[in-house]
């Protein structure tokens, strides 16, 4: 086993518009540029071990999502946790962010829901942290 990797430094998004994005990922999820060049963006949430976001401004878009060959679900790559999640859903409806429908578990409330950027990159809200997070 391996103990070079200790966790994600970075999650690279590609955009087709750089300044739109950042507008974007910096309102809605509230992150910080901590670079800016012509045709990319660092953004970090500026807490130890959670990934900065790479945003690269490209003509080839391959949204980030995947469809499960066994269940037709669209699954994203990306999920961001948030405690709030049927506030934070009806904030982005606020705020004309296309949003997916609300499922949380009825037995211990745990879920999440799906929202795309301006790109159409699929994104995921999810309240549920695993071990060691």
């Known amino acids: 086993m391996s103990n070079f990797i200790s966790h994600i430094a970075t999650v690279e998004i590609p955009v087709s518009n750089l300044a739109q994005s950042i507008d974007f990922y910096t309102e809605i999820l509230g992150v910080t540029v901590i670079f800016r060049g012509e045709t990319q963006a660092m953004l970090s949430f500026e807490a ?36 709030n999640l049927a506030e934070f859903r ?31 990159n699929m994104l995921s809200a999810c309240n549920i942290l695993h071990e060691h997070q």
């Open 48 to 83: 130890k071990g959670v990934p900065t976001l790479f945003l690269v401004q490209t003509e080839n878009m391959q949204r980030l999502s995947f469809v499960n060959s066994f269940t037709g679900v669209e699954h994203t790559i990306i999920d961001f946790y948030t405690e």
């Open 90 to 120: 009806q904030w982005l409806m606020e705020r004309k962010v296309e949003v997916g429908s609300l499922n949380v578990n009825a037995e211990n409330g745990l879920g999440g829901f799906g929202f795309k950027d301006p790109d159409g």
